[in-house]
Nanobody
Framework: QVQLVESGGRLVQAGGSLRLSCAAS????????MGWFRQAPGKEREFVAT????????YYAESVKGRFTISRANAKNTVFLQMNSLKPEDTAVYYC???????????????WGQGTQVTVSS
């Protein structure tokens, strides 16, 4: 099992940018694909982005495509989520997780972090 700790969330105005980080423990970080999800109050957790173990392949939810960029630094056991052109509807708790399945459902990921709050004001 890997432990994940997210950071970087805060209050930001619409149109602004944030960079989230997810630090992982363990020696096998570079062996796994990783992903970001988010959960707004009263809503289900939803997929945001995923990146392959090498970082060479990425995939995004339609709602964030062109605005968000997922990346990773395997030497630092860290995955990032650069968020630009933020909208009020991006407000949520953002979680990173390790991808164990072939799809992007919640059940395809494990080792969830505690989350970091992102609030976008209008």
């Amino acid at each position: 099992q890997v432990q994940l700790v997210e950071s970087g969330g805060r209050l930001v105005q619409a149109g602004g940018s944030l960079r989230l980080s997810c630090a992982a423990s363990g020696r096998t970080f570079s062996s796994y694909a990783m992903g970001w999800f988010r959960q707004a109050p009263g809503k289900e957790r939803e997929f945001v982005a995923t990146i392959s173990s090498s970082g060479g392949s990425t995939y995004y939810a339609e709602s964030v495509k062109g605005r968000f960029t997922i990346s990773r630094a395997n030497a630092k056991n860290t995955v990032f989520l650069q968020m630009n052109s933020l909208k009020p509807e991006d407000t949520a708790v953002y979680y990173c997780a390790r991808r164990m399945g072939i799809y992007t459902r919640v059940v395809d990921f494990d080792s969830w972090g505690q989350g970091t709050q992102v609030t976008v004001s209008s």
